[in-house]
């Protein structure tokens, strides 16, 4: 068998997803044909495909040492180097990949994810749509451009433009199911509104295709479950989210076990720290830090605080998550003698990669707001080393709360816990005694804004978190629904768009007897 033969078995082991053999493969390909930048490129790619992104970078490296050319390769490095955050250095191979080749369709999608990520929506838009016009140029299908473009466009709320996307993913193929979900949020459906019934129905036939994967099942479920939830028909609302939930299940291993013993290691870690003991050296930058269960109206507290025209809205960085994992936690255990270390150095060095990490935002404010729900679990390190900041911590309604993640489908892996009720009720009693500790610990430090109360008291609930935030009045926050200023990315977008309602509060009533393991195992 030749290099090429060998290579096309490797190739479809990778198609098929098996990459730890394509890994032993190129291993074996690697000592007959060494220093080969195509084989050193597959097998960083395989490495990828397991998440492994620093064994990735170091082989798209020598594949690049083996050919400076290899623009595969450099695309595939700067994907992983977004992966890992190290976000300017990406940027910049981006510029080069482009400079080399202006027609490099993958590069202009991935650069735009990354664009994303650091919150350059307009720039990302912008990338997107440059890789349309290239795959219609030649010929390529460009549905899943035109799928990101629309979902930059609803993150901006640029609606006439996203329709006019959606549409014309729709001419290509009208059973597209991505479309059909971003439709479904856009949507408020309506027994009166025949074109959201004619929707319904038209998602009702995509779900009885025989062809559709388990996730594909699992998106266009989530649809159906939300626009029957619209409409008031619980019983095939449930019957669709129970649909979604469990495919979603079965694709992605739950992770319940390991995020309730990290939350249980905190509290263990931090009994015996001295809190007030915070570290000295901070610049005047302030953190405002929104945090809480998902779902609990994290992303409406940082629409109303961004409004706010001193304010900058950073989203949803998972930059300080990922900055106590590499520095604090070995194997699911925390470090107390590093933490320890690290708050009585000079040099502040948690304070100072979180801020590096945020170079490529443009961010010409002082007052940053960071809404990454799970930084609930991270309070005693915000305390430590972002002494000047504010935290404020979302609540609401227990059972509210938990069927409205049940609702929902999470891109993010963290929540694989998302799809069972148990798993959900048990998730949710942990956060309670996390939050109790840090409460009785330093309460003077954490806000704790109540979502039902936003919506019954808005003008008066939004005083005090000002207040508490020490931001001056500004109108712009009660009106945060006709600001565009922040990009919102998570799946609460429909309902931040819009101005405060109370439909949201009980909404737990027409579900109680279909939810009753997840409601009876809430403390």
Known sequence: MN?????????????????????????????????NSFVLNLSGMAFQGLNKHQKAIALFELALKADNFNIAAMNN?????????????????????????????NAYNNYANLKTEVNDVEGAI?????????????????????????????????????????????????????????LSAFYKYSPEDKKTIDHINHMEKIFQKNNLSDDQKGLIAFALGKAYDD?????????????????????????????????????????????NKAHKAHSNKKIIFICGMPRSGTTLTEQIIASHKRVYGAGEPTFLTNIIYENFIIDGKFDKQKLIEHQNTFKNDIYNKYFDKLSLYNIDKDIITDKAPFNFQWIGFIKIFFPN????????????????????????????????QKDIS????????????????????????DYEKV??????????????CELEWDDSCLNHHKSNKTPIRSVSISQARQPIYKSSVNSRE??????????ENLN
Not at 5 to 29: S, T
Not at 151 to 173: A, R
Not at 257 to 266: G, L, V
Not at 457 to 466: A, R, T, V
């Open 3 to 35: 290099f090429l033969e060998k290579v096309k078995i490797l190739q479809n082991y990778y198609n098929a997803g098996n990459f730890l053999k394509v890994i032993e493969g190129c291993k074996v390909l690697d000592k007959k044909f060494p220093k």
């Open 77 to 105: 490095l700067a994907n992983s180097l977004k992966h890992t955050e190290q976000f300017e250095r990406a940027d910049q191979i981006f510029k080069k990949i482009l400079k080399i080749n202006p027609n490099y369709i």
């Open 126 to 182: 912008k990338l997107y749509k440059e890789a349309i016009l290239i795959a219609k140029k030649s010929k390529i299908d460009p549905s899943n451009f035109l799928t990101h473009l629309a979902v930059s466009l609803q993150s901006m709320n640029m609606k006439e433009e996203l329709i006019e996307v959606i549409n014309e993913i729709l001419n290509i193929n009208q059973d597209n199911i991505n479309a059909h979900k971003i």
């Open 231 to 275: 409409i008031k028909n619980f019983p095939l609302a449930f019957k669709f989210l129970s649909i979604g939930n469990n495919f979603y299940k079965k694709i992605y291993k739950s992770n319940v076990s390991e995020e309730i013993k990290i939350m249980n290691n905190t509290i263990k870690l931090f009994e015996n720290i001295d809190l």
């Open 389 to 420: 900041s504010k935290i404020i911590h979302c609540r609401r309604n227990a059972e509210d709360n938990c069927l409205s993640i049940y609702k929902n489908n999470f891109a993010s892996s963290k929540m694989n816990w998302s799809y069972d």
């Open 426 to 449: 048990n998730y949710y009693n942990n956060y309670s005694e996390l939050m109790k500790f840090w409460n009785n610990k330093i309460e003077n430090f954490i806000y704790t804004i």
């Open 455 to 468: 919506v019954s008291n808005k003008e008066y609930e939004i005083k005090k978190l000002l207040n508490f």
């Open 510 to 519: 027409g579900y109680k007897k279909y939810l009753r393991e997840m409601y």
